[in-house]
């Protein structure tokens, strides 16, 4: 497997008993720019930080701002039996937080809206949009999206809360997290994101 360490930031990418594999603990004070893609609009307070205790990357927004972090369309991520899984905390409320896989046809993610739970979403131009009842609201979550041949299994730490059908993108994915702000310095917190894929 091969390993690349940036200024102490350790990124993994590699095969993982027939699977791709990817894992990336955001530890150190920069990112790694091979892979990943930083946005923001706006000038206020839209930003997105890579030095924050214990190894988590920051995204805030501003009042209709926007942080975004992404794979910049490179859609490496096989169209079916695949996995993401987020390490997520919102510590303030007002804000649309997004993460998930995102492809030219749609989007499969979570999502929670400003006071609001978390959603499971599949969007290939028409949503279907599950209620997990689990809070978004300030404690740290384990997101996972686990991609079938034929469903969609949505899990909030380790237990199953919706399973979708329908509405359901084509592959290939990138991974993506989205903070829009509702108000001055709203915050999403990402501790790590890992993936695994199958070969295509």
């Known amino acids: 497997m091969a390993t690349n360490t940036i200024s102490n930031k350790q990124t993994k990418f590699g095969p993982s008993n027939e699977r791709l594999y990817f894992f990336d603990d955001f530890i150190g004070r920069v990112y790694n720019g091979y892979i990943w893609n ?7 307070s839209s930003s997105i930080s ?11 927004a501003g009042t209709a701002e926007s942080a975004l ?7 490496s991520i096989s169209s079916q039996n695949c996995e993401i899984i987020f390490s997520v905390r919102r510590p303030v ?10 492809s030219a046809t749609g989007q499969i993610r ?8 978390w959603y499971a979403e599949t969007d290939d131009g028409t949503d279907t949009s599950t209620n997990t009842s689990v809070s978004a609201i300030d ?6 999206i686990v991609v079938g041949t034929t469903d969609v299994k949505f899990y909030v730490n380790h237990a199953l809360k919706a399973t979708h059908t329908t509405n359901i993108p084509d592959g290939p994915f990138e991974p993506y997290i ?3 702000g509702g108000q001055a310095d709203q915050d999403v917190l990402i501790d790590y994101v890992q993936i695994y894929s199958e070969r295509d």
Do not use: M
């Open 69 to 75: 972090l992404d794979w910049n369309n490179n859609y």
């Open 38 to 44: 930083s946005a923001t609009t706006g000038s206020a």
């Open 110 to 117: 979570f999502v929670a809206d400003p006071w609001d739970s």
């Open 50 to 60: 890579w030095k924050y205790p214990g190894g988590q990357v920051r995204l805030r």
């Open 139 to 144: 404690l740290l979550r384990v997101l996972r």
């Open 178 to 180: 989205s903070q829009i």
């Open 93 to 102: 409320e007002n804000a649309t937080t997004e993460v998930g896989l995102n």
